[in-house]
């Protein structure tokens, strides 16, 4: 069973950048469909960017097109999310999910916040 383990939040003014990780163990990250999904306070989670699990293709939420980049480096069976020019609407939990056929697994997430 494969774990996974975000890094990478914290506090950033607006317009700033963050690289958030994460990190599988006990699997290949790479045989999965791999994606990023957020949760602001009082809102329900929803889905932010994706990549599939050949790596040939990526999605990615309208609010965040242009600012937010998925990518994996299989080598460190690691998925990175580089959020660039953020917004305090950006706050919010952010979790990982690798997404197998009836397989769905999450990590624990990392608090993003954006404020000045």
């Known amino acids: 069973q494969i774990q996974l383990v975000e890094s990478g939040g914290g506090l950033v003014q607006p317009g700033g950048s963050l690289r958030l990780s994460c990190a599988a163990s006990?699997?290949?990250?790479?045989?999965?469909?791999n994606k990023w999904y957020r949760q602001a306070p009082g809102k329900e989670r929803e889905f932010v960017a994706g990549?599939?699990?050949?790596?040939?293709?990526?999605n990615y939420a309208d609010s965040v097109k242009g600012r937010f980049t998925i990518s994996r480096d299989s080598a460190k069976n690691t998925v990175y999310l580089q959020m660039n020019s953020l917004k305090p609407e950006h706050t919010a939990v952010y979790y990982c999910?690798?997404?197998?056929?009836?397989?769905?697994?999450w990590g624990q997430g990392t608090q993003v916040t954006v404020s000045s």
């Open positions: 999910d690798a997404v197998r056929n009836v397989e769905d697994y």
């Open positions: 006990g699997g290949i990250v790479s045989i999965y469909h």
């Open positions: 990549i599939s699990w050949g790596g040939g293709s990526t």
